[in-house]
């Protein structure tokens, strides 16, 4: 069905709408321009669903009536328009009736007579040519049945794909309900979720003050004043409130809570059946799958095949049995085919007709009417499960909002929990605040310490100026004095020399109690804080608190202590202070250190309330995130340097080794050759002491070479295992902070010692020189003995014996040198290798730690983006409820002005009218309930007083025109009655003259 509603408007497609109720569909002719009004007017002329009953949705889109088609991108081919009877969705609302089918009647054709369609050949003298006429009458009729019984089952066909349809139309619309109710449940059940984690926290909060107030108030009462602070009234820290007072807040604090208890549980006794009765609803189907029905239906399709191809069989005996006649009446016959073999084979060609075609027709009709009936069943029954589960998803819904309205007084019941526990956190918060106070008086006696040294440094900065600007000043009357006379520049003030500072500090803070940050834990133990952190265990709080909100130093004493990142003043600077005013760069640095770990505690103090029980805001936690995030890359970064450092290190000491090989190797090859020499020049007799000798040497190069390659073994190991720590790139510990320089001037010592002691001795180049040149001398020795061997063989023999022993001992002598610096080497190789060791044990130590705070950061990243999307959410409702609430403000101030126009009635209706026109104009879809009630009420209030307008103007118009009647009756009857007086007068005038006459 089509309806064009555009008026001059060119049509630019067709919408498709499908009513939810019986799946009916309807196409509109229709463009962008078209308001969604004159679509709701169609749909209430051509379905009979009201105006008012109405309910438009295209997707998650619902349409507004004053709104365009445009506005949704419609109409489009691939968008379809379900419409919604409120009607129906009430609870007493009348189930849908059964279906009406309208089948097209189709009458049965008359039988065939001679009588009514004679033919030549009927009065033929020939039976065969007589029979003729009859079969072709006969053959008319078996067509004109089978397309009569094929038209009734195409008919009834096509009404089964038609309630198929309309039946996958109810499934889409069902689909459709079920999306929105699943978005709106949806929504809830994440603000349910939410109330529940803000009760949870809240209700557990609230207990613990309940169940533990007794071992609160007697923690209080252990907790005693410093003796500075007592008085003959307050002792202890519990003398500084009433406890009558508290023991009242604490009963009223237990029914409230109680009540709150028993509320919250009817509540999610409430929100469990509303889950429980959404949880069926999308559990259930229809009775009958549509998939079945469909193929149910293609299979019943075969029927209209059988149909058709029969007809086709039909239509062509029809065309055989007419050519037949034909050609009988035309004398055209063939000799072959006589007439009496035509009608012998006409014959079995009308058994099939009779006995097998119309009879299969008739089978395939009363299949597809069988079909037709199972289809008008299950449709009916889609349609009375449609109406019931619409009821459903109404009822739902209408629970959905109460439950919504629920959600605000059970939140504003929350903040009055808040409220009634306030007074009972006094409690807890007195151990907290007493321990920041004395944490405050140790950071103010710190801070005097530091704001000498302050001080102190600035004096010594501007002494420092006042030197270099003295000698520029001198440096410059010594240049031009030479030029200008003394007196003329004393004449121009250039003698003149800048005075000295003298920075004087004025006592303060002397009233503040006499205690150091050890007295903190002495007089306000930890234990007053309330209890640990939730990350860590108990005992470990100190540790938490080095590890999250400071690194870790040494201080004169060789303790570690906590140090903040960074100090509040930026130009002050420890590692720069000089020995000012008897205020020394360790104690002002000591000082630093003490006020910042009294700061530290007092900032826990103040937190502690907040993270014990994960009621951590979201700006304070990302505050804690950063900090951390910018700590734990401090310290990534100082691992990477220390790294990198001992890389290099091992690097040198590994040259160093090579370097002392290489020079053993050269000496000990130096060493061989002289033996070698030596060996030649003595002969066999000398051949047992050369082979000592040479396994002496042997014997010390092996030791030496072992003693190398252990070691440069260790140093690549060393190596290794750095490289393979710097590529896990994780954090160092904040302890690692002053290490590093500790192990760097000891190596740089040691490595300086090794040096200096081996390059002095191994690499002498005048001892290889000396022992080249003694080498060489007994090689010359031999060719010069004389020339006589028997008077000088026995002289030149002692002499070579002597000159031996004289090398033997330099030699013996050099290889205990040799021995010694070998020794003094490894021993210094040795103390390298502790020393890495030490390192190697630092690094697996900062690895541990590097992993623990990763994992820290990892949980905290993960807190940090649950409690981020929780803002997120809440912000986003916020913004949704106060955005409503301030267009409801500025709709009710618009009432308020056209209440107030002035103008009589007049004027209210026109201001009226065109509020209603204004708001209807500015409608969209992300307005909520009540904002479209509100218009609606604007738009009936409108229309009413306009009605009522229209009736005071013309009653107003009657009136006057009722008046004017009457003024013109008033003079008319003036008129007569002056009429009537001067026609009295005349007649007494003529009665007197009558009289006298």
Not at 27 to 49: H, K, N, P, Y
Not at 121 to 131: G, M, R, T
Not at 202 to 212: F, G, K, V, Y
Not at 417 to 436: H, M, N, T
């Amino acid at each position: 069905m089509s309806s064009n509603v555009t008026g001059g408007y060119v049509c630019r497609g067709k919408l498709l709408i499908h009513i939810a109720e019986n799946g009916h569909s309807y196409e509109l002719d229709c463009d962008e321009s078209t308001v969604v009004e004159a679509v709701q007017r169609f749909i209430e002329s051509m379905a009979g669903i009201q105006f008012g009953d109405q309910l438009l949705l295209c997707g998650d889109m619902k349409l507004e009536a004053s709104e365009a088609l445009g506005a949704y991108k419609l109409p489009s081919d691939e968008q379809e328009v379900f419409c919604f009877n409120k009607a129906r969705l009430q609870a007493n609302a009348a189930p849908p009736p059964q279906e009406q089918i309208e089948t097209h009647v189709i009458p049965e054709p008359s039988p065939p007579s001679s009588n009514h369609d004679p033919h030549p050949l009927d009065n033929a003298v020939d039976p065969a040519l007589k029979a003729l006429p009859s079969y072709e009458r006969q053959f008319r009729y078996h067509y004109h049945c089978g397309h009569a019984i094929y038209s009734r089952t195409i008919g009834k066909f096509e009404i089964c794909e038609r309630l198929l349809r309309e039946q996958k139309v109810e499934e889409r619309a069902i689909d459709i309900a079920r999306r929105n109710l699943d978005y709106f449940f949806k929504i809830l059940n994440q603000n349910y979720m939410d109330f529940q984690k803000c009760y949870t926290q809240q209700h557990r909060a609230h207990s613990d003050l309940l169940l533990n107030f007794a071992r609160d108030i007697e923690k209080l009462r252990s907790c005693k004043l410093i003796p500075a602070l007592q008085t003959s009234s307050r002792k202890c820290l519990l003398d500084l409130v009433k406890e009558e007072n508290l023991r009242k807040w604490l009963e009223n604090c237990t029914g409230s809570h109680k009540q709150f208890d028993n509320k919250v549980s009817q509540f999610k006794h409430v929100f469990g059946k509303l889950k429980h009765d959404v949880e069926d609803l999308f559990s259930s189907k229809a009775s009958l799958p549509i998939r079945d029905l469909e193929l149910m239906i293609k299979e019943r399709y075969r029927h209209i095949n059988e149909q058709r191809s029969i007809m086709q069989s039909l239509s062509k005996d029809v065309s055989t049995v007419k050519k037949l006649v034909d050609d009988c009446l035309s004398s055209q016959l063939s000799s072959s085919l006589r007439p009496h073999d035509a009608v012998s084979a006409l014959g079995p060609m009308y058994d099939v007709h009779d006995k097998n075609h119309l009879p299969k027709m008739t089978a395939c009709d009363s299949s597809i009417s069988e079909l037709l009936d199972y289809c008008k069943n299950k449709k009916n029954e889609m349609n009375i499960f449609v109406h019931s589960y619409m009821q459903k998803i109404a009822y739902i819904q209408h629970t959905i909002k109460d439950v919504r309205l629920q959600f605000n007084a059970f939140s504003e019941a929350i903040k009055r929990q808040d409220a009634v526990f306030e007074g009972l956190k006094v409690v807890r918060g007195i151990g907290p605040a007493y321990r920041s106070c004395l944490a405050e008086v140790v950071r103010r006696k710190a801070s005097m310490k530091l704001y000498m040294g302050m001080a102190g440094q600035l004096a010594e900065k501007l002494a420092i100026k006042r030197e270099e600007e003295v000698r520029r000043r001198e440096d410059f009357l010594k240049a031009q004095s030479s030029y200008i006379p003394r007196d003329v520049l004393a004449g121009m003030g250039l003698f003149d020399t800048p005075s000295q500072c003298d920075v004087n500090i004025v006592p303060f803070d002397t009233s503040l109690l006499d205690i150091d940050i050890r007295d903190i834990d002495c007089y306000a133990p930890e234990s007053l804080v309330g209890l640990p952190f939730k990350s860590e265990k108990p005992g470990n709080s100190r540790t938490s608190l080095s590890m999250s909100n400071s690194s870790t130093s040494s201080d004169v004493t060789g303790n570690a202590v906590v140090t903040p990142e960074k100090y509040e003043s930026e130009d002050f600077d420890v590692c720069d202070m000089f020995d000012v005013a008897g205020t020394s760069k360790i104690e002002v640095e000591n000082a630093k250190l003490r006020a910042d770990l009294a700061s530290a505690i007092a900032r826990i103090c103040s937190l502690s309330s907040d993270v014990e029980y994960e009621s951590l805001d979201d700006s304070r936690a990302d505050s804690l995130l950063k900090n951390a995030a910018e700590k734990t890359a401090e310290a990534l970064q100082q691992k990477d340097e220390y790294v990198k450092h001992l890389e290099s290190m091992l690097k040198a000491k590994q040259q160093q080794c090579q370097s002392y090989e290489k020079r053993i190797e050269e000496l000990a090859q130096q060493l061989s050759d002289q033996y070698m020499q030596a060996r030649k020049c003595l002969g066999n007799n000398d051949a047992a002491y050369s082979t000592k000798a040479d396994d002496c040497r042997s014997e010390i190069l092996d030791h030496t070479e072992r003693q190398l390659a252990c070691r440069s073994s260790e140093l690549m190991d060393e190596i290794s295992c750095t490289s393979n720590r710097d590529d896990a790139k994780d954090g160092l510990l904040p302890t690692m902070t002053s290490k590093p320089q500790e192990v760097d001037e000891n190596m740089t010592d040691s490595s300086g010692t090794q040096n200096l002691h081996l390059d002095s001795s191994m690499m002498d180049p005048q001892r290889d020189e000396q022992l080249l040149a003694t080498g060489s001398s007994l090689d010359v020795l031999p060719s010069e003995a004389p020339a006589d061997p028997s008077l000088s063989a026995a002289k030149v023999n002692a002499d070579v014996v002597l000159e031996l022993q004289r090398a033997l001992e330099d030699k013996a002598n050099q290889q205990a040198e040799t021995e010694s610096r070998l020794k003094s080497a490894l021993e210094d190789m040795s103390k390298l290798g502790l020393e890495l060791e030490n390192s190697r044990k630092l690094l697996d130590e900062s690895q541990m730690n590097c992993a623990h705070l990763e994992n820290c950061l990892h949980e905290a990243r993960q807190e940090a983006q649950t409690h981020l999307c929780a803002a997120d959410r809440r912000a986003s409702e916020y913004n949704t409820l106060r955005a409503s609430a301030v267009k409801m403000r500025g709709l009710f101030e618009r009432l308020k002005s056209c209440v107030n126009a002035s103008g009589g009635v007049a004027g209210f209706a026109d201001a009226l009218r065109s509020l209603a026109q204004s708001l209807a104009s500015s409608a969209s879809d992300a307005e909520d309930d009540g904002t479209v009630e509100f218009r609606a009420c604007i738009k009936v209030l409108a229309e009413k007083v306009g009605i009522l307008s229209r009736q005071r103007t013309e009653l107003l118009d009657r009136y006057s025109k009722a008046e004017a009647a009457n003024k013109q009756l008033s003079k008319e009857l003036e008129e007569r009655k002056e009429l009537v007086k001067t026609l009295y007068t005349k007649h007494q005038l003529e009665k007197q003259q009558v009289t006298i006459g």
